[in-house]
Nanobody, 116 residues
Framework: VQLVESGGGLVQVGGSLNLSCTAS????????MSWYRQPPGKQRDLVAA???????DYADSVKGRFTASRDNAKSTLYLQMKNLNLEDAGVYCC???????????WGRGMQVTVSS
């Protein structure tokens, strides 16, 4: 399974950005998918997770601003980010749990930069 993220980049404070993560390969076992971010010099933390049925959970810091969704037919995970602040900057990567192959798959990650 390969996960490829897209949509990262530079945005101003208060702006919006939409991220995508597309899975390919043997994807039939993918269940829960998640977005993580790692700010500079800090640990990687969970931002949002979504079940195959579409139920999403969020970190408290992004509730009301970020929306995770997925299109199972396209094997794609999305993250709509609004009202971005400086603390939202970091490397964002997606993760997929796999009940067929077992374990978890990670994307390579992409940079999100928020400027003041």
């Amino acid at each position: 399974v390969q996960l490829v993220e897209s949509g990262g980049g530079l945005v101003q404070v208060g702006g919006s950005l939409n991220l995508s993560c597309t899975a390919s390969g043997t994807i039939r076992g993918i269940t829960r998918m998640s977005w993580y971010r790692q700010p500079p010099g800090k640990q990687r933390d969970l931002v949002a997770a979504i079940s195959r049925a579409g139920k999403a959970d969020y970190a408290d810091s992004v509730k009301g601003r970020f929306t995770a969704s997925r299109d199972n037919a396209k094997s794609t995970l999305y993250l709509q980010m609004k009202n971005l602040n400086l603390e939202d900057a970091g490397v964002y990567c997606c993760k997929a749990c796999d009940v067929y192959l077992g374990g978890r798959h990670w994307g390579r990650g992409m940079q999100v930069t928020v400027s003041s």
